[in-house]
């Protein structure tokens, strides 16, 4: 009961803009230690982006990523410091996925919102400069290449990390992945989903897909064994899906102006006024699944640390943006 009236508070919030606080609901230890992170996230943004702008020189595509700082290492970071991964020895792996979770947004981006795919790159060398319809075809292209290189770059330079033959793999998991986030970034323009539909879409098969891949690039079986790795990929699964449900709730507004999919939207179709609570029960079911995964795995993690995952971006943001 404690635990769903947290949640109920936590996504009124939300839905009131008062981001401000939400920090009080989370352990001031759990907090810190994020915010101890974020430098070395910015680090590792900053020099998986610098691989991409050397695929880009080496291709000669006049079409330059200009993407504003992020956080898409925290998540990582926090993942392999629970699995006693040091700095130097996850840099490397956490600098591919991030490029490979920027493809994901991008990739959302340019099938919902093209103006807001156009803005993450410069054109013709003008930033005003108003793209065609073919610049941005040919944007999409040349960013899903540059990325390509840029990851087989930091793959091939992470002496010792990676063997020729993990390498191959994690390629072949990008390209497969990649596709299929696309497949279902199509099914999410349908706006007859059901919750459910929205559930398994857009939290689960995209999010939760997406997440996962940490315990692929970190290559957590070599830590856990089969077992323990297939173990922590399902619960990163859920922190994925429950990092969407709270996406979705902040989204709220831009995503039904833009008639895009939006579970907290959908459940308001199905269940009205009782749509916050249902999305709570929804959202206490995935972590649930998550914390069991967790403890499956008998390892010494701090739980604290994976059910503020999903919360973070509500008051943690790279320097660049305060």
């Not at 992470?158 to 990649?178: H, N, W, Y």
């Not at 323990?228 to 969407?244: D, F, N, P």
Request: charged share 25%; proline share 4%; glycine share 4%.
């Amino acid at each position: 009961m404690q635990q769903e009236k947290k949640y109920v508070s936590l996504f009124n919030l939300v839905i009131a803009n008062q981001d401000e606080q939400i920090p009080r609901y989370f352990p001031e230890d759990v907090i810190s230690k994020f915010a101890s992170l974020v430098s070395e996230a910015e680090d590792i943004w900053s020099s998986s982006l610098s691989f991409v702008y050397r695929a880009e020189e080496i291709t000669g595509f006049p079409f330059h990523l200009n993407e504003k700082p992020r956080l898409y290492a925290l998540d990582g970071i926090v993942v392999a410091d629970a699995l006693g991964i040091p700095p130097a020895m996850r840099a490397s792996p956490i600098q591919a996925f991030c490029l490979y979770y920027l493809s994901v947004h991008l990739i959302d981006d340019f099938i919902e919102d093209i103006s807001k795919f156009t803005s993450a790159f410069t054109y013709s060398g003008a930033d005003k400069h108003i793209p065609t319809s073919i610049e941005v075809n040919a944007s999409i292209v040349g960013f899903i290449l540059h990325v390509n290189m840029a990851i087989t770059s930091i793959l091939q330079g992470a002496s010792g990390i990676f063997s020729p033959d993990t390498i191959i793999k994690l390629q072949e998991l990008v390209a497969r992945s990649l596709a299929s986030q696309t497949k279902y970034f199509l099914l999410e323009k349908d706006l007859s989903l059901t919750p459910k539909d929205v559930l398994e879409i857009k939290q689960r098969r995209v999010s939760g897909e997406a997440t996962s891949l940490i315990a692929d690039f970190l290559q957590v079986e070599k830590i856990l064994g089969h077992s323990g790795s297939v173990h922590i990929k399902e619960a990163l699964r859920s922190l994925g899906s429950l990092t969407q449900f709270t996406d979705d709730v902040r989204d709220y507004e831009e995503d039904k102006t833009n008639g895009n999919s939006n579970l907290l939207l959908s459940m308001e179709k199905s269940y009205n006024r009782c749509a916050v609570q249902k999305l709570v029960e929804w959202y206490i079911e995935e972590e649930n699944k998550m914390i069991k995964m967790l403890q499956s795995c008998e390892l010494s993690i701090n739980e604290e640390q994976f059910l503020t995952i999903p919360w973070y971006p509500f008051f943690l943001k790279p320097a660049d943006e305060w």
